[in-house]
T-cell receptor, first 113, second 112 residues
Framework: KQEVTQIPAALSVPEGENLVLNCSFT??????LQWFRQDPGKGLTSLLL?????REQTSGRLNASLDKSSGRSTLYIAASQPGDSATYLC????????????FGAGTQVVVTP | KAGVTQTPRYLIKTRGQQVTLSCSPI?????VSWYQQTPGQGLQFLFE???????NKGNFPGRFSGRQFSNSRSEMNVSTLELGDSALYLC???????????FGSGTRLTVV
């Protein structure tokens, strides 16, 4: 059974600092790994999708890496802004469970002005 | 293009009642997944449909059911509601799975 862990559970940084969010998973037979952000009371917004054959994806200030052999993914957010304050969720889809994401508990990020 | 649309946005129901939630995926998307989100359990997978067939099911009691129509719209039904069913129910759609999933804004269900 796939288990996904996100560390740290919460993070507070001053504006301008880089953010590093970690996600680890137990089953390396993954199909996709997707990073989402969630604002309080809202749905999930997709940030980056990394397919199993890829090592990283980039979009603007965001960069996500994937290392299947060590069971880890890292989301980097450069030059953080107060608008980056949200909960960040890592989700893993394994090859034997199409359409089923196993989510981590999330990292709650606060960026202070 | 229009995103994933979930209706209604909010619902208040009484214990013992049943409820039906609706999800309209992005046009052309054939896979629809449902999740329950609670503060204590986080996001938990309910089920996934692809071209009207349920391909995967999570560990929820039989009171939770779903279906997908030929136009890919999906509904989930919860019968005999319990207080513990109070949650944010999220729907997500994907073109074919390898393109990632897009989530809707959710339906907030409160059972009293």
């Amino acid at each position: 059974k796939q288990e996904v862990t996100q560390i740290p559970a919460a993070l507070s940084v001053p504006e301008g600092e880089n953010l590093v969010l970690n996600c680890s998973f137990t089953d390396s037979a993954i199909y996709n790994l997707q990073w989402f952000r969630q604002d309080p009371g809202k749905g999930l917004t997709s940030l980056l999708l990394i397919q199993s054959s890829q090592r990283e994806q980039t979009s603007g200030r965001l960069n996500a890496s994937l290392d299947k052999s060590s069971g880890r993914s890292t989301l980097y957010i450069a030059a953080s802004q107060p608008g980056d304050s949200a909960t960040y969720l890592c989700a893993v889809e394994t090859t034997d469970s199409w359409g089923k994401f196993q989510f981590g508990a999330g990292t709650q990020v606060v960026v202070t002005p | 293009k229009a995103g994933v649309t979930q209706t209604p946005r909010y619902l208040i129901k009484t214990r013992g009642q049943q409820v039906t939630l609706s999800c309209s995926p992005i046009s052309g998307h054939r896979s629809v997944s449902w999740y329950q989100q609670t503060p204590g359990q986080g996001l938990q997978f309910l089920f996934e449909y692809f071209s009207e067939t349920q391909r995967n099911k999570g560990n929820f009691p039989g009171r939770f059911s779903g279906r997908q129509f030929s136009n890919s719209r999906s509904e989930m039904n919860v019968s005999t509601l319990e207080l513990g069913d109070s949650a944010l129910y999220l729907c997500a759609s994907s073109l074919a799975g390898n393109n990632g999933y897009t989530f809707g804004s959710g339906t907030r269900l409160t059972v009293v």
